[in-house]
């Protein structure tokens, strides 16, 4: 399955989730029954797949949780939130570039509309597998491609 296929199955796996849902419940049980919707689906996925960090090439454990790894092709981070913040975007571009995988699914259930509730992150390809130096200068970081792209995603829901 391309990434591009795989994507739109998530998004269309959610939406069946929150069309029976709705909105107004715990992120928890939107992970719960997101995860059974993608194993009816046949999507392979590792559900709260515990991602080992290293700081400075010391371990720093497992403690860091993605809610849907889906190996080497995208990382989804759920939310049930009244809105989206920066902060939302900027954990999920933080997993995406600790787990080495340049697409991203951020799903806020906590909506009317799901369509109105998801992003999509694409980081450059030339991100990886570049480390940040801490020293770099935030436009040395930017010239190394370190400024991810981010777009809204915008669905047909077409019958």
Known sequence: MSDT???HEVIGAAIEVHRILGPGLLESLYQRSLEKELELRGIETLAQHRLPIEYKGLSL????VLDFYFHGKLVVELKAVAEL???HTAQLMTYMKLSNVPLGLLINFNVPVLKNGIQFLRMESNVFPYKAN???TEAQRRRKGLSPLLFSVSLCLCG
């Open 85 to 87: 913040a920066p902060v």
């Open 5 to 7: 296929e795989l994507t």
């Open 134 to 136: 801490h020293r770099d």
């Open 61 to 64: 454990g497992d403690d860091l």
